[in-house]
């Protein structure tokens, strides 16, 4: 077994952006004349996509909205999202970009796999001068089903190869690098090893599910990674 492919989550762990996220999404369903408790949106919207945050926490207030309403909400809510970003002088990017580099010394592939929109994602990684990592974007438009359902990762392993059919990636080539739970469990479900990053959770809740756990995604010891893929 080879670590062909490194693949990213993108909120939590490329910006750090989830207390805009939450922030918005409490702004929209306030417009709904509802209100999101802290410890609900965190149970059911990090790690996941917008369709699938503002649908649970609709449903938790008995609230049933059509696909019509739902896409309205989710467009409302990348446009602030986007306005938001706009007027910062400076882009939330955690230092990440060292990481990138010594991916890409090793020769492997690297995807972002992500409940975020895709133009949201395109956007922050040409302003953030990224793009060029990435050879595949996995976002929620692509995904009826978000983490922690494995479809986003399956979905990158298959796009992957069909961009080098003599790469041949099978799920367990792959390290994913996530910093929630329910992201974790997507990949392992997917059959990938995975390092939690603890961006958002505690070092210790991540701990408990992923192979390799750090503070800080500089922390982790590469070499101690190959070796195990190999």
């Not at 918005?24 to 417009?31: K, N, S």
């Not at 917008?50 to 309205?72: I, P, S, Y």
């Not at 602030?80 to 007027?87: F, I, M, T, W």
Request: glycine residues 6%; proline residues 3%; negative net charge.
């Amino acid at each position: 077994m080879t670590l062909k492919a490194v693949l990213f989550d993108f909120n939590g762990i490329i910006i750090n952006d989830e207390a805009i996220h939450e922030a918005l999404v409490g702004e929209i369903l306030l417009g709904e004349n509802l209100r999101v408790r802290d410890r609900d949106y965190k149970e059911v919207c990090l790690g996941r996509s917008d369709r699938a945050c503002l649908t649970k926490l609709l449903a938790l207030h008995g609230r049933v909205v059509n696909e019509a309403t739902l896409t309205q909400l989710i467009s409302l809510k990348s446009r602030a999202y986007h306005q938001k970003l706009e007027a910062l002088e400076t882009l939330p990017i955690y230092p990440i970009q060292e990481v990138l580099m010594q991916f890409q010394d090793l020769g492997v592939a690297m995807g972002i796999v992500t409940g975020a929109i895709r133009s949201e994602v395109e956007w922050i990684l040409e302003r953030a001068g990224l793009a060029s990592y990435f050879s595949v974007l996995v976002a929620g438009d692509d995904i009826r089903r978000s983490k922690p359902d494995p479809y986003g990762y399956l979905l990158a392993v298959e796009r992957l190869n069909q961009q080098n059919s003599t790469l041949n990636l099978q799920p367990n080539h792959c390290l994913a690098i996530e910093d929630t739970p329910a992201g974790i469990q997507a990949a392992k479900k997917a059959g990938m090893q995975v390092v939690g990053v603890a961006n958002t959770y505690p070092f210790h809740m991540l701990q408990r599910q992923a192979d390799w756990t750090v503070d800080d995604l500089s922390e982790l010891e590469l070499e101690r990674v190959q070796t195990t893929f190999s």
